[in-house]
């Protein structure tokens, strides 16, 4: 969610008052088995290149939103696609809706992120980017928020502005069916037009992490599996198995015990300051000693999200205020690795193997071929992540690694 100026909408920020809040949730993730994993069946969406689409359900309420529009079309999005069409579409299944809000660690620590900084929200004018049921606008209504416009460019906005009337909040949550962006990107757009200095986003920031893994079982079950089939020598699939499992980004959950050691970070994002240039290519540098001796597979990715307030920093002689960044969650002691402590008592939603698990579970980049590695074997190399040239929407990994005095060199798309 994400909250603009209660007051005109221009553009760049304003002076008085008002606080904000943005919600980065995720897209569409390749699960085991399947390259893609379509969410939508349903008909196709309407994407407007200006003005978010306004239905007939919502023309009663034209003028509270002609402010919101005219800045839009001061602004205008990019021309939708084919692939927005479909990523949209597939938000308009109740099933992608259904998994979010039953992940009780996610909804939870959204509505309580919400009501711990109810102090920004209350009276104030909340933008939903990427509402889906409304559930986090509805959650705003009640922290007190005397507007919220909850976006979406999908059809399940139909249905989010009749379980806004079902709970009588239609003078509080206005629906819009259109579009401000994507992912990330709607954030940092809404950030740019509309929060004013002081103002808050939830989450706040936000920390990529990856770490080196073993998963014996994962390849021996999408791989070694050929080799006896019922009596029957099929190794000769087992080229083409490891194409079929390992190709392509698998999001799973893992536990520790596949972690060969603690994991360093690959990127972090201050929703406050990051810019969508910076996130188009981020490429870092990694090195690992891994903790016991056993086959490496690949590398997991996971994230945390932090939910604080605007940790402003004071003025110092006409300085502009800064962010405050977070650190690595992760501290070391001696050849095991646990949370550091958090001072600050932040609320910190964390898709990490330790944590309880979530929707958005590990992303797992596998290799054809496992590496067996000693224990305190260097693990070294750089990963690339960039936007996709083909799809906005896909991201290209590329990762140079080497160890033992052997270089790898391993591309895939997150699609």
């Not at 402003?312 to 800064?322: A, E, I, R, T, Y």
Request: hydrophobic content about 35%; proline content about 6%.
């Amino acid at each position: 969610m994400f909250q603009p100026t209660d007051g005109g909408y221009t553009n760049g920020y304003h002076h008085d008052g008002a606080a904000s809040s943005a919600g980065i949730s995720s897209g569409h993730r390749v699960r085991r088995g399947s390259r893609r994993r379509s969410r939508g069946r349903r008909g196709g969406v309407t994407c407007s290149d200006g003005a978010p689409r306004v239905s007939q359900w919502q023309q009663h309420q034209q003028h509270q939103q002609n402010e919101y529009e005219e800045e839009e079309r001061e602004k205008p999005t990019p021309p939708c696609t084919e692939f927005d069409a479909a990523y949209f579409n597939s938000y308009a299944h109740v099933g992608i809706h259904e998994e979010m809000i039953k992940d009780r660690a996610r909804t939870e620590s959204y509505r309580n992120a919400i009501f711990q900084h109810q102090n920004y929200i209350a009276g104030k004018v909340v933008v939903d980017v990427g509402c889906g049921t409304g559930i986090l606008s509805i959650f705003c209504a009640q922290a007190g928020a005397r507007r919220v416009y909850a976006v979406d460019a999908s059809d399940i906005a139909v249905q989010a502005n009749e379980i806004v009337k079902t709970n009588n909040l239609s003078d509080k949550v206005i629906v819009l069916h259109g579009r401000v962006e994507s992912m990330l990107g709607s954030v940092i757009t809404a950030r740019d037009r509309w929060l004013k200095p002081g103002g808050l986003i939830l989450p706040s920031v936000a920390t990529l992490y990856m770490a080196p893994v073993t998963h014996p079982d994962r390849y021996g079950e999408s791989v070694d599996f050929w080799r006896n089939v019922y009596g029957i020598d099929m190794s000769a699939i087992m080229p083409l198995a490891k194409q079929c499992a390992f190709e392509e980004p698998s999001v799973e959950t893992i536990t520790v015990e596949n972690v060969l050691t603690w994991p360093q970070v690959a990127k972090h994002v201050d929703c406050y300051t990051v810019t969508i240039q910076e996130l188009e290519s981020i490429t870092t540098r990694f090195k690992f000693e891994s903790m016991m001796r056993a086959p490496f597979h690949g590398f997991a990715f996971w994230f945390d999200v932090e939910f604080t307030g605007p940790a402003v920093l004071p003025l110092n002689n006409g300085v502009p205020p800064s962010f405050v960044e977070s650190s690595n969650s992760y501290i070391s002691e001696g050849n095991h690795r646990k949370k550091r402590p958090n001072p600050s008592e932040a609320l910190v939603l964390s898709t990490a193997p330790e944590d309880p698990p979530t929707h958005w579970q590990q992303t797992l980049v596998y290799f054809y071929e496992p590496l067996d590695v000693e224990q305190d074997q260097v693990i070294e190399g750089s990963l690339t992540l960039s936007q996709s040239k083909e799809n906005a929407r896909f991201m290209n990994i590329h990762l140079e690694y080497s160890s033992g005095g052997r270089s790898f060199v391993k591309e895939s798309v997150m699609r």
